[in-house]
């Protein structure tokens, strides 16, 4: 894999409008985008299906595995202009401001304009794990 992937609920109008925005800002040169759906080998990321419908996720080539806000913000991180809000958002107050904005989003995405029913299913923590 060359690029890092963002890895979305397909069946969520809301989330692959939003994997589009992402990419067409960071460019599809940049990163992939795919729906959890679609991928063969979730658990080669350390993801099952309960988990990637939780969050939105961005594998990069190295292996390493964001969720949630901080994967938005190291998806925006991809090209230089981004990279100050990787680091705004790793400043405690920041990340817990993003982190319950971006779970409130997650909670009430079918409810959003581009949602649809199957956007609210399976909304908790990005960061819980599952098994």
């Known amino acids: 894999m060359n690029r890092p992937v963002l890895i979305y609920d397909g069946d969520c109008a809301f989330c692959t409008s939003s ?3 992402i990419r067409s800002v960071v460019g599809a040169e940049h990163i992939e985008i795919q729906p959890y759906q ?3 080998d979730l658990g080669g990321w350390g993801l099952t299906e309960q988990r990637a419908s939780r969050a939105v996720w961005l594998g990069m080539p190295d292996g390493t595995l ?3 806000a901080e994967a938005v913000n190291a998806a925006l991180a991809l090209r230089w202009w981004g990279r100050p809000l990787l680091w705004c958002y790793r400043l405690p107050l920041i ?3 993003q982190d319950a904005v971006y779970r409130w989003v997650a909670r009430n995405r079918a409810r959003i304009p581009g949602g649809t029913p199957a ?3 399976g909304t908790e923590d990005p960061a819980k794990d599952d098994g």
């Open 19 to 21: 994997a589009r925005w």
């Open 38 to 40: 679609g991928l063969d």
């Open 66 to 68: 964001f969720g949630g």
């Open 95 to 97: 990340r817990s401001i």
């Open 119 to 121: 956007c609210g299913e």
